[in-house]
């Protein structure tokens, strides 16, 4: 019997998912809540803002803590003899700052003393910048320039410049903190961190969670001198190297062998970002196949057949850890403004269904863009919803047309919006709350022209990185 453990380090907790090789059945599943189980780090829900505009950090220290109480779990109710392989996945777009300590004190790990105690002098910067993070603005405008303008810096890297993406984030620690940037020997992200942590060396970037950075050249998968010039100076003697997501880092740490009862030939898999191992988890890593989640914001992805960017930019391409390219774009208006519609007119779920049901495809020519707040696919600044058609419609005198108008319009601005991605979907995997509603998943059918199923996945990034590790 063999086992393979997958990892989430995502923004509020870190978990664990341990899957049988022999069968495919999901051994064990637990989660350490960083609010519940620390709360001596003052993060309720993982982060905390900065002292300026725009500033969300989280503490590396508390990660390792939560580590280290996950794994004193995980060795109380599963055998980890069984465990032949792990692989794991991080938060895109968290940078992590170390000090040239970091490389013999992640080689020598101690299972006489925590990971937090051994490794937290490591940090150059203590704090970590994440993904809720918008405070880079100016540094985007500023590598946008550089390079003469965002869609050079879209071909190059997949995304335009990105607030929250760790290109603009090193670059602003750079000019506000030179003396800290300077005794910085090695810049992480939340996978690769964790990943050496596992591994017990100083461990690498994947394709998938490397390309969320605006560092990264999709055409050769490495990092690209012009956008790290216009960065910040030595920055590539500062990053890891790259690789692609099947890569094996190599066996795990004596730290986990001893201290944990670990395998000491459990192989380690390059870690990658919560959102390519999402893409495995789900079951749509191959070609043809798209994930639509739908949640508060809507997200759609999908494993790409050719290496193309978005030329609007709205849409983001990162490596797929099964292989060349994937594709991901938010659309932030989802479940919320379902709700503001239904609500509106004072409907219950099940009749915002039947609204949906008793009124004809193309809702007698009446659209709406259901923008009830500002959005990035397309950019959008205003609160408003756009109605066109016949007066009373647009006046909102008809409940069950604007119901299905607001359905049909979020599904055709989201294939609209991903035409750039040069794909015919052959099937569509439907996740997240509003996938249990028949109508809503009959819409999607229809405006793409292709089968949709559900997917009832709890824990998708976790279990791809399960199931990444048991293919390599």
């Known amino acids: 019997m063999a086992y393979s453990l997958g990892i989430d380090a995502s923004t509020q907790s870190v978990s664990a998912i341990v899957i049988d090789l022999d069968d495919g059945r999901v051994v064990y599943d637990h989660s350490i809540n960083f609010g519940e189980a620390l709360p001596q780090y003052e993060a309720p829900n993982g982060f905390f803002q900065g002292s300026e505009d725009g500033e969300v950090f989280s ?26 392989c792990l692989s794991g996945a991080g938060q895109q777009h968290g940078s992590v700052y170390l000090n040239h300590t970091w490389f013999d004190a992640v080689s020598n790990l101690s299972p006489q003393a925590s990971l937090a105690e051994q490794l937290k002098a490591c940090t150059s910067r203590p ?29 190059k890297s997949g995304s335009v410049t990105t607030e929250r993406f760790t290109g603009p984030q090193i670059r602003r620690f750079y000019k506000h903190s030179l003396e800290a940037y300077l005794n910085t020997n090695r810049i992480h992200l939340v996978s690769s961190f964790i990943g050496s942590i596992f591994a ?37 003697d500062k990053l890891p190297k790259i690789v692609l997501g099947n890569h094996r880092i190599g066996p ?12 000491p030939q459990t192989e380690v898999t390059v870690f990658t970002g919560d959102n390519p191992s999402s893409l495995v988890g789900t079951g749509g890593s191959s070609e043809g196949k798209v994930v639509i989640s739908l949640g508060t914001s809507d997200t759609y992805f999908a494993a790409m057949p050719k290496i193309v960017s978005d030329p609007n930019g709205y849409g983001h391409v990162f490596g797929n850890p099964s292989g060349k390219t994937m594709s991901l774009q938010c659309f932030l208006n989802g479940s919320l403004a379902r709700e503001a519609v239904k609500d509106r007119f004072n409907y219950s779920w099940d009749q915002f269904t039947e609204a949906i049901k008793e009124t004809p495809a193309g809702c007698n020519g009446n659209y709406m863009l259901p923008f009830f707040s500002p959005e990035i696919s397309p950019r959008y600044s205003g609160s408003t919803p756009v109605l066109k058609g016949s007066p009373a419609f647009q006046n909102w005198e008809h409940p069950q047309e604007a119901i299905r108008a607001c359905v049909e319009g979020q599904f055709l601005n989201m294939q609209l919006h991903t035409e750039w991605m040069a794909m015919q979907p052959k099937s569509i995997y439907l996740t997240g709350g509003a996938s249990e509603n028949d109508m809503i998943a009959q819409v999607v059918a229809d405006v793409f022209q292709c089968t949709v199923e559900r997917l009832a996945v709890t824990g998708s990034v976790a279990l791809g990185a399960a199931m990444r590790a048991a293919e390599n």
């Open 59 to 84: 503490n590396p220290t508390m990660w390792l803590e939560a580590l280290d109480l996950l794994l004193a779990q995980l060795s109380k109710e599963c055998d980890l003899t069984k465990i032949k």
């Open 127 to 155: 704090v970590a910048p994440i993904w809720m993070d918008t405070s880079t603005e100016k540094e985007c405008q500023e590598i946008a320039q550089a390079l003469g303008g965002d869609h050079i810096i879209c071909e």
């Open 200 to 236: 017990g060396c100083d461990a690498p970037v994947d394709t998938g969670d490397g390309a969320g950075m605006n560092l990264m050249n999709l055409k050769n998968f490495d990092w690209d001198s012009q956008l790290l010039n216009a960065t910040a100076p030595d920055l590539k």
């Open 252 to 263: 795990i740490a004596p730290y986990f062998v001893k201290k944990y009862g670990f395998d």
